[in-house]
């Protein structure tokens, strides 16, 4: 069973910059959730999707935004792309929306560099 | 606001020794604590999880031990291996609701 594929892995962008990263989440699975992992803050929170509507969003600007389609693969995007948003950006799927004893399981995330 | 303290930062032992990461949490509506290996290049990776109704959980040399009324738990590593240099992340969530990481220790196991 194929896991959790995003794409693409690298990427260099230019500060002012838009940026679309995708997620194609374990076949069966219907929840995704993103998220920004930074040396200094570990893991946050983006924002989760179920059956393409956000169930769940974290505490980011506005910049940053998602959706989810009939399909499952989801797409997030940041606009005017800020220095501050290097970082590794993770995508996580589950069968159900995330809670108690239902495991989100992880891409390896897309680097994002922003010079 | 860290909604989920862990500790320490990093993390030295000696192979064959034990490994002890700590976390604390303030929000008592939480019911589902898991605990994430990541290697690098590589997302995390569920460990183990449990329950706030139970107070230690084992599954081979990982074991979690859940204090509710202090509202921390703990991963203990026991005979640490070089394969298990990684970041560990422990998390907690509300069902229904999002996951809150801490913010990661980095192990290393010494040969």
């Known amino acids: 069973k194929a896991g959790v594929t995003q794409t693409p892995r690298y990427l260099i962008k230019t500060r002012g910059q838009q940026v679309t990263l995708s997620c194609s989440p374990i076949s069966g699975h219907r929840s995704v959730s993103w998220y920004q992992q930074t040396p200094g803050q570990g893991l946050q929170f983006l924002f989760e999707y179920f059956s393409e509507t956000q169930r769940n969003k974290g505490n980011f600007p506005g910049r940053f935004s998602g959706r989810q389609f009939s399909n499952s693969r989801s797409e997030m995007n940041v606009s005017t792309l800020e220095l501050g948003d290097s970082a590794l950006y993770l995508c996580a799927s589950s069968l159900r929306p995330a809670g108690r004893g239902n495991t989100i399981y992880f891409g390896e995330g897309s680097w994002l560099t922003v010079v | 606001q860290q909604q989920v303290k862990q500790s320490p930062q990093s993390l030295i032992v000696q192979k064959g020794g034990i490994s002890i990461i700590n976390c604390a949490y303030e929000?008592?509506?939480?019911?589902?604590f898991p605990w994430y290996q990541q290697f690098p290049g590589k997302g995390p990776a569920l460990l183990i999880a449990i329950r706030p109704d139970v107070s230690e959980k084992k599954e081979g040399r990982f074991t979690i031990s859940f204090n509710k009324s202090a509202k921390q738990f703990s991963l203990h590593i026991m005979d640490s291996q070089p394969g298990d240099s990684a970041t560990y992340f422990c998390a907690a969530s509300i069902t229904g609701n999002q996951f809150y990481f801490g913010t990661g220790t980095s192990l290393t196991v010494i040969p």
């Open positions: 929000n008592t509506a939480f019911d589902y």
